[in-house]
């Protein structure tokens, strides 16, 4: 989950203003949490709240994304979503928009199996995105995620996405001049997956997707939960991005990191 909140923050500043390189500074003027940190941290929270019970899951997720999400109106939401997280009467409206999938990465982290990821990225998504190419956006990240931790090799990880998912036949290098903003998953989820099979490290995948262009907080929050889960998150990177959560985020993050504590790649094959 961390991964996520740091792709988000240090691709927020490049957003709209596209920068189709890895060098840059990682933190700098202008980073900030956006809606991808703080809709992750409340499907955290739900997940936390409803343990094993997963028939409460989906109530729990519309509570938690609604009173957490009303806090920060300004932080980015879309236009239907904004709508959905301030509406007495939520319901899903069929998006398959990629904010399925840069909230998913819970799911991913507190699965015991790639079905239990599968379905835990159901039940938080339909919510909201309850589009087959939401549902499969948010899937597909959620069992990359599961994987990696478990140990999977990047050839395992992408026959399972390619296999299940989505076509990987491209390069990153060949694709980023013409690479254009898209907010689907469909259009924006096989891009960060592949980023991750492209990258040497925790750090360098957050510089791939930020340097593909395109939608980059959320592409850099997909891309950064899988590399957390396959490498780990350096020490000096994770407390840099900590600094940017104020108190609320911040106490759900740690109480997170209590349940489901990093490993740091340990399992790593």
């Not at 009303?70 to 319901?91: A, I, L, N, T």
């Not at 990821?117 to 939401?134: F, P, S």
């Not at 050839?155 to 390069?171: A, H, T």
Request: hydrophobic share 35%; glycine share 8%; aromatic share 12%.
């Amino acid at each position: 989950m961390l991964g996520a909140i740091i792709g988000d923050i240090v691709g927020s500043r490049f957003e709209f203003n596209n920068h189709r390189s890895k060098k840059f500074d990682f933190f700098a003027e202008g980073c900030r949490v956006t809606d991808d940190s703080i809709m992750t941290l409340a499907i955290a929270r739900a997940i936390m709240t409803c343990g094993s019970d997963r028939d409460r899951l989906g109530e729990q997720c519309i509570k938690y994304m609604q009173e957490i999400g009303r806090k920060y109106p300004h932080c980015g939401f879309g236009g239907m979503f904004y709508q959905w997280v301030f509406s007495d009467s939520p319901e899903p409206y069929n998006s398959y928009g990629n904010g399925a999938a840069m909230r998913v990465s819970p799911a991913g982290f507190a699965a015991n199996s790639v079905w239990d990821a599968e379905e835990l990225a159901e039940i938080v998504t339909e919510v909201t995105h309850n589009h087959d190419e939401g549902i499969k956006g948010a899937k597909a990240v959620a069992v990359a995620i599961y994987m990696a931790r478990q140990g999977a090799m990047k050839s395992e990880i992408r026959e399972r996405i390619e296999r299940g998912y989505y076509p990987l036949d491209f390069c990153i290098d060949d694709m980023r001049p013409s690479y254009k903003f898209n907010e689907t998953c469909q259009e924006t989820v096989p891009q960060a997956i592949k980023c991750f099979l492209e990258s040497t490290s925790f750090e360098d995948a957050i510089r791939t997707a930020i340097s593909l262009g395109g939608d980059s907080d959320t592409i850099a929050a997909i891309t950064g939960a899988i590399a957390e889960a396959y490498y780990g998150v350096p020490d000096v990177i994770k407390e840099e991005a900590l600094a940017y959560l104020d108190e609320e985020l911040r106490t759900i993050y740690n109480e997170w990191e209590t349940l489901y504590p990093a490993d740091n790649g340990k399992n790593r094959v």
